[in-house]
């Protein structure tokens, strides 16, 4: 008997109980198991019926994702024809939904003649989240079961149901308060009296006739842009569809054809690194788990402009008080005016109620001197980037504050080392660097120092998540890991810019990449003055290199992005939406004759790689100097800090996706033309030499 699926024969009844934590995922072994249990107690005279169930808070989160790719080995069945099996048993096999149900686990469910649940239940089909369609049977016997429009719902979306739900629509019979397994013995019970009325998903067609095609049209019209370039939501629908259309068996085989190809695409292994990614950010090799972390249970933060209100948000949205400090009195209204226009926004549109934003902005406080935030246990200090200033105002909250105060910064370019050295206490100093607008953007940089103890990067690695942000720990240098990897690219787009490419034509490629936008589009969002400051402080550092000239020349002209209507587009006054500006085609020009360059055409094929290919460069480098754990971290930062699309995968693994060696000639044909901001980085050479990919290198 296996240790993760135990076996009993209770009252006649057999009854499967999975146990393989954390998620009860269903594995090869717990797919054997099951099948072998059921063929016995199909077999097995005495045996009137089966129940399965689960131990612990979930019943199955799903299949083992890990096992994907793996080739199934023999003598372990496939998980369609386990829940096929079931479903065709001559004798009554019950559900006991003791937890979630999702994915694989939610089709085991489906394919039982009754399902019971706990009321705590959910139940769903995620797979989308994940780049493929539930494989299962689910297309076919979720809208048998609840109905096209709330399977669509469910399939499309990913998101799952409660118990109440799931009952009112049909996709579970009955919830059960207490002794839910013993309920299911009972009704296995008196099922197996009348074999022949037993109810198989697959024979249920009343909720799927007649049903208008205009119920999948417009889920379709209804994802068209957030799911662009995707196929998986587009075939969660066709399949669903195909339910309502073709036979049961028919449908299965649609299903399974589609479910593997997706599983195999690009897309599905893009989205299934990401969700990998994603869980490993926690994961530091001299920080285990267990490490001591500092209660955080008030905040203050040094500075009420565009990043310090949105960061004390972050902070009363989870019930922590905030006191937000600003040297300048009318500098702090604003700041709190802005917090406080950002609630009533919520307010407005329906997604928070005037009580909770009354109890929400109650926990954010103002200041305009360092009283009062002795007892805080962080201090996030985002005033002016200036390393003088921030160096005075930590040695002064060294002073104030209780000693185990950890004093963070959220510079976005500063030598944090330095700034921790103006204190007493270097191991309690960090970065916390949230991303704009600070209120809404998922990620967060923490900046481990020279010096900064593993408690304290435990305790803000920690603080994130609570915060319910994306933390992700990186090392001190230039731009740490985000901004560095997007200087360098965007200083190359605007380097094609001067040979030849238009800024609208180098934003439409990058945006049908995926990314929500272009490089000059964000920069207008984020200020084009912003930028040129940043690449005046850079000259400092690769005043030798090749500069661009274009940006100083737009900023010349005052346009700074939409705060002033005008960058590198046009806008009309209230509106985000710019325009391809004439007068920025003319400087553009001019700009080459300027350089004397003589202009030409760029292809988009040019310009995407181009820009990803020295993005990916970087990232590489970011890699060898430390900044960054492993390569997925890198793709977690750049799809929460900049939207690099999901279904790529993040820089590196695309890079790993189209292949290194490819990626690497591309980049010593860019380092021809654009000098050191291209030089290959050594790992590169490295992992292609070995015949390895980014997927290989672990610091
Ligand atoms: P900002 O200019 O909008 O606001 C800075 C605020 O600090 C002002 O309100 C100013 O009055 C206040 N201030 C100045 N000296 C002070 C002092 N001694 N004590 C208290 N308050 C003081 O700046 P910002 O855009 O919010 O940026 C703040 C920090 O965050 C910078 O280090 C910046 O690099 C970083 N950052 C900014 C962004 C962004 O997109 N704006 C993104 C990430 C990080």
């Known amino acids: 008997m296996s240790n993760i699926i135990t076996f009993e024969m209770r009252n006649n009844v057999g009854v499967i109980t999975i146990n393989n934590p954390p998620a ?104 989308v989240n994940l780049g493929f369609i539930p494989g ?18 469910m399939i499309v979306t990913g998101k799952p149901i409660n118990a109440t739900k799931a009952f009112e629509a049909g996709a579970i019979d009955e919830i059960i ?26 024979d249920l067609n009343e909720k799927i006739k007649d049903v208008d095609p205009k119920v999948f049209d417009n889920w379709r019209q209804k994802i068209s842009s957030k799911s662009r370039n995707m196929r998986s939501p587009f075939e969660c629908i066709n399949t669903v569809e195909a339910a309502t259309k073709i036979g049961f068996d028919a449908g299965l085989a649609y299903e399974r054809e589609v479910f593997i190809e997706l599983r195999d695409s690009d897309e599905g292994k893009s989205m299934r690194h ?123 909250l060294d002073q104030v504050c209780k000693p185990e105060t950890i004093l963070a910064s959220n510079t976005s370019t500063l030598d944090i080392n330095e700034i921790a050295d103006s204190t007493n206490r270097p191991d309690k100093v960090c970065g916390t ?25 435990a305790t803000v690695m920690g603080l994130a998540k609570k915060i319910k942000k994306t933390g992700v720990l990186v090392g001190v240098g230039d731009g740490f890991v ?56 850079q000259k400092k550092l690769y005043g030798e290199r090749r500069q661009s000239v274009i940006i100083d020349n737009v900023y010349n002209t005052g346009r700074y992005g939409q705060k002033t209507n005008a960058g590198w587009y046009d806008y009309e006054v209230g509106s985000r939406k710019g325009k391809p500006s004439p007068l920025i085609e003319d400087l553009i020009i001019q700009t080459s004759t300027q350089l004397g360059i ?23 480098k970011v890699l060898e100097e430390k900044l960054a754990i492993r390569a997925s971290d890198i793709d977690v930062i750049w799809h929460y800090g900049y939207g690099f699309p999901r279904y790529k995968g993040g820089p590196m693994f695309y890079a790993d996706l189209i292949g290194l060696h490819k990626v690497y000639d591309g980049i010593c044909e860019l380092n021809e033309k654009y000098g050191d901001w291209v030089r290959p980085a050594e790992l590169i050479e490295q992992l292609v030499r070995e015949g390895k990919g980014f997927k290989d290198f672990q610091l």
Not at 136 to 150: H, K, S
Not at 311 to 334: Q, T, Y
Request: proline content about 4%; charged content about 25%; aromatic content about 6%.
């Open 177 to 202: 308060d207490e002794d839910l397994v013993e309920s299911a013995i009972q009704l296995a019970l008196s099922q197996a009296k009348k074999p022949d009325e037993l109810r198989r998903t697959g």
């Open 598 to 620: 003589k202009r030409r055409t760029f292809s988009d094929q040019e310009i995407l790689e181009t820009y990803i290919y020295s993005m990916i460069n970087t990232g590489a």
């Open 433 to 457: 660097h949230f991303f704009s607008p600070a209120n809404i953007m998922k990620l967060l940089e923490n900046v481990r120092t020279e010096k900064s103890s593993k408690e304290t990067i």
């Open 274 to 396: 990401m969700f990998f990614a994603e869980r490993g950010v926690a994961k530091i090799p001299d920080i285990p788990k267990e490490t001591k972390t500092q209660n955080i249970n008030k905040v203050a933060i040094i500075g009420s402009g565009t990043m310090g209100g949105g960061i004390a948000m972050n902070f009363a949205n989870v019930g922590i008080p905030a006191v937000v400090v600003d040297i300048n009195e009318d500098a702090l209204k604003i700041g709190l005016d802005r917090v406080k226009n950002n609630y009533l926004s919520s307010v407005a549109k329906g997604r928070m109620s005037q009580e909770k934003m009354d109890q929400t902005m109650n926990l954010i406080s103002g200041a305009t001197n360092y009283s009062e935030i002795a007892d805080s246990d962080i201090v996030i200090e985002a005033v002016f980037e200036d390393m003088d200033l921030k160096k005075k105002i930590f040695k002064e």
């Open 136 to 153: 299962g049977g689910g297309t076919q016997r979720l809208p048998r079961l609840v109905g096209p429009e709330l399977a669509l719902e």
């Open 24 to 127: 009860n995922a269903l594995n090869f072994e717990v797919k054997k198991h099951i099948s072998e249990n059921f063929d016995f107690c199909m077999s097995n005279s005495e045996c009137k019926g089966l129940v399965i169930t689960s131990e612990g808070r979930m019943f199955i989160a799903g299949a083992d994702i890990s096992e994907f790719g793996i080739e199934t080995p023999e003598g372990i069945p496939e998980l369609e024809d386990v829940i096929r099996k079931i479903e065709l048993a001559p004798k009554p096999v019950i559900a006991a939904l003791n937890g979630m149900a999702l994915g694989g686990g939610m089709e085991l469910a489906m394919g039982c003649h009754y399902r019971l649940a706990d009321p705590s239940v959910t139940v769903g089909q995620p797979e």
């Open 482 to 537: 985000g901004n560095r990897m997007l200087h360098i690219s965007a200083r190359i787009a605007e380097f094609m810019v001067e040979e030849g490419a238009l800024p609208w034509q180098i934003d439409k490629v990058i945006y049908d990449f995926g990314f929500p936008m272009g490089p000059f589009s964000m920069n207008d969002l984020a200020g084009v003055d912003v930028r040129y400051l940043i690449r005046q402080e």
